[in-house]
């Protein structure tokens, strides 16, 4: 079960943009991620890799925490709002809840829940 410091620990790193650095520092080797019920995305490398390559299509990434996390032994909610503004095209706003678990102060699954539609598609 994380404890309050760890998760404003991992929260404050994602705020301030280092989004690949914690995913190196806070997900477990064998993590997984998916996006509204699609096929998960398996291993720490692979999440890095995959946040990267969204990270090169930015010009800029702006990240809000817009609640404290909410947290239930193993289980952690998190309310993000994040403004992108791609190198071509137009930019969005898109809010989602990531429903994370943790596993020895480390995440071990995450889900993110969101409207596509935020995404100008």
């Known amino acids: ?8 620990a991992f929260v404050a790193q994602v705020v301030s943009g280092d989004h690949v650095g914690a995913i190196r520092d806070w997900y477990h080797d064998d993590a997984w991620m998916q996006e509204n019920q699609a096929e998960p995305r398996s291993g720490r490398e692979t999440l890095m890799a995959g946040e990267a390559k969204t990270l090169a299509r ?10 404290p996390p909410v947290i239930d032994g193993n289980r952690v909610v998190i309310r993000w709002r994040f403004t992108f503004k791609p190198k071509e095209g137009q930019g969005f706003t898109m ?21 596509p539609k935020q995404m100008g598609r």
């Not at 079960?1 to 404003?8: A, G, H, K, L, Y």
């Not at 930015?58 to 609640?67: D, F, I, K, N």
């Open 58 to 67: 930015m010009q800029s990434v702006e990240t809000e925490l817009l609640a």
């Open 95 to 115: 809010e989602e809840l990531a429903w994370q678990t943790w596993r020895d102060d480390k995440i071990a699954t995450e889900t993110f829940f969101y409207d």
């Open 1 to 8: 079960m994380p404890s309050r410091e760890t998760v404003d």
